[in-house]
T-cell receptor, first 113, second 110 residues
Framework: EPEVTQTPSHQVTQMGQEVILRCVPI?????FYWYRQILGQKVEFLVS????????KSEIFDDQFSVERPDGSNFTLKIRSTKLEDSAMYFC???????????FGDGTRLSIL | GQQLNQSPQSMFIQEGEDVSMNCTSS?????WLWYKQDPGEGPVLLIA?????ELTSNGRLTAQFGITRKDSFLNISASIPSDVGIYFC??????????FGAGTILRVKS
């Protein structure tokens, strides 16, 4: 069964450094999402992306965050200057659109030191 | 903002027992979803509901989309040890961003 894949599974970064999290959505999907889950808390929406542009973003997704679909398969989340509070699991999700459910990757655990 | 209130927060059950959890909201949604998350993994879709009043089963799992479009429940029948994990409800409007509940931690006594 097709799945969303994310790399790396764990990223450790010094505070202030840039980090790029990578996702390969399911191949025929058109809508892409990033979510965040701080340890012990609920999953929170960050940003949605369709047709090469952001369609919606949350207040968490400030100027330090950006997303890109650099080619036909990858979808990336960049955090420009990481803060301690960026430590969380980051999940990528994709869907074919309409009411089709979103499918999630296994996440990247981001640890900021 | 939109919020989902999920209960119970956690539960211990005896193997073989039935389990029930639910989510409520003050907002209306047109899709309700139930996911399971195992440690170190992402949420895995269990059941998707698209129509008010809809009752859908997936093996031992049964979920319903509330008639008011503001709630949903998930039942697990005859629980087994591999049912352990965190169950999340999630909902959205017209395929947009998902709003998640806080999760129900299921622990099974074998």
């Amino acid at each position: 069964e097709p799945e969303v894949t994310q790399t790396p599974s764990h990223q450790v970064t010094q505070m202030g450094q840039e980090v790029i999290l990578r996702c390969v959505p399911i191949s025929n999907h058109l809508y892409f999402y990033w979510y965040r889950q701080i340890l012990g808390q609920k999953v929170e929406f960050l940003v949605s992306f369709y047709n090469n542009e952001i369609s919606e973003k949350s207040e968490i997704f400030d100027d330090q965050f950006s997303v890109e679909r650099p080619d036909g398969s990858n979808f990336t989340l960049k955090i420009r200057s990481t803060k301690l509070e960026d430590s969380a699991m980051y999940f990528c999700a994709s869907t074919g659109g309409g009411n089709q459910p979103q499918h999630f990757g296994d996440g990247t655990r981001l640890s900021i030191l | 903002g939109q919020q989902l209130n999920q209960s119970p927060q956690s539960m211990f059950i005896q193997e073989g027992e039935d389990v029930s959890m639910n989510c409520t909201s003050s907002s209306i949604f047109n899709t309700w979803l139930w996911y399971k998350q195992d440690p170190g993994e992402g949420p895995v879709l269990l059941i998707a509901l698209y129509k008010a009043g809809e009752l859908t089963s997936n093996g031992r799992l049964t979920a319903q989309f509330g008639i008011t479009r503001k709630d949903s429940f998930l039942n697990i029948s005859a629980s087994i040890p591999s049912d352990v994990g965190i169950y999340f409800c999630a909902a959205n409007l017209y395929g947009n961003k998902l709003v998640f509940g806080a999760g129900t931690i299921l622990r099974v006594k074998s």
